[in-house]
C-alpha cells in the first residue's frame, strides 16, 4: 500500500504522479479521490496556467499577487493557525464566522468556507462549467491508465464539509450572512434554504451520474457521513476548516 497523494495538487497533476511514480509498482487497486470542495476549480485553473504560456511561477505571481514558495508557506501556516484555534478571529477571517448546528441537542458552532461552484451553480451550469470537464477528463484518463495496466480503479468522492452537515445548521440567519458576502454581479446567490441544498446535491449528483454513464467504480462518502454525524453528532471537520479531522479519516476508512 502507498500513498501518492499532495495536498493542493490539482486532478491533472495526479494524473503526473500516476505515471510517474505509481504505474512502475504494479497495483492491484488504484484509488482516485475527488474532494467536492474544490477539486473542480483546481482542474480550470491548472488548465488556465497550461494555456497561459507562462511559467508556473509567473501565472501563480499574476493570480495571487505572491511568489509561489511564500503563497504556499503562508497558505500553510494560516492553515495550521486556524486548525488549532477555538475559535477564528472573526474580524480578520468573516468568511469563518461560527455557524451553530445541531448536534444530537448539543449546539457546536463551525465555520464553512464558502464555495461559489457548489453554492451558487445548478446541475446544469456546472455540467457547462470547464472545470467539470477538466476534472472528468482526468479521472477518464486515470481510468485509461489503470485498464492498461490491469489495475481496479474506484473514484473516491469527498464531500464538503456543508455538504455532511447542511441539516444540522440551526443558525440560519448567520447562514444567510456568509451567503449574503458572497453576492455579486456575477454569481447572484440566491438565498433560501432549500434551493441552497439543491444546489449542494447538484454536484454529488452530477458526478454520480456521470461516472455511472462512463462505467467508472465509485465510492460517495456523503451519504455515509451524513447518516454517522445523524446517529452519533460527531465532528468530522475541523471546527474552522474544510478538512476532515481524526475522527473523520477514522470514520471514511470504515466506508
Known amino acids: ?29 488504484v484509488l482516485f ?19 497561459s504560456g507562462k511559467s508556473y511561477f509567473q501565472f501563480t505571481r499574476d493570480e495571487f499577487g505572491a511568489m509561489p514558495q511564500l503563497f504556499l ?22 468568511k469563518w464566522k461560527p455557524i451553530e448546528c445541531n448536534l444530537n441537542g448539543e449546539i457546536v458552532p463551525m465555520g464553512f468556507y464558502p464555495n461559489p461552484h457548489m453554492w451558487v451553480l ?30 481496479e480503479f474506484i473514484v473516491c468522492l469527498i464531500p464538503d464539509k456543508l455538504m455532511v452537515y447542511y441539516d444540522f445548521i440551526a443558525d440560519e440567519e448567520n447562514l444567510g450572512r456568509l451567503l449574503e458576502q458572497q453576492n455579486h454581479e456575477k454569481l447572484k446567490i440566491e438565498r433560501g434554504k432549500q434551493e441552497l441544498r439543491e444546489k449542494l446535491d447538484g454536484q454529488k449528483d452530477l458526478f454520480n451520474q456521470a ?41 471514511a476508512a470504515q466506508i
Open 1 to 29: 500500500e502507498i500513498n501518492l497523494a499532495m495536498s493542493g495538487y490539482a486532478p491533472q497533476q495526479s494524473i503526473e504522479v500516476l505515471k510517474r511514480y505509481g504505474i512502475e509498482r504494479n497495483p492491484k487497486i
Open 33 to 51: 479521490q475527488i474532494f467536492y470542495g474544490n477539486d473542480m476549480g483546481d482542474a480550470f485553473r491548472f488548465a488556465q496556467w497550461q494555456a
Open 73 to 94: 508557506t503562508w497558505k500553510y501556516i494560516e492553515g495550521l493557525l486556524r486548525l488549532n484555534r477555538p475559535h477564528p478571529d472573526t474580524n480578520q477571517e468573516e
Open 122 to 151: 445548478n446541475k446544469d451550469e456546472l455540467f457547462n462549467h470547464p472545470g467539470f470537464y477538466y476534472l472528468m477528463t482526468s479521472i477518464k484518463e486515470a481510468k485509461q491508465i489503470c485498464d492498461s495496466i490491469g489495475a
Open 211 to 251: 461516472l455511472t454513464n462512463y462505467q467508472i467504480q465509485f465510492i460517495d462518502f456523503t451519504e455515509p457521513l451524513r447518516e454517522h454525524v445523524k446517529n452519533s453528532g460527531d465532528v468530522l471537520y475541523y471546527r474552522y476548516d474544510t478538512h476532515w479531522n481524526a475522527k473523520g479519516h477514522e470514520q
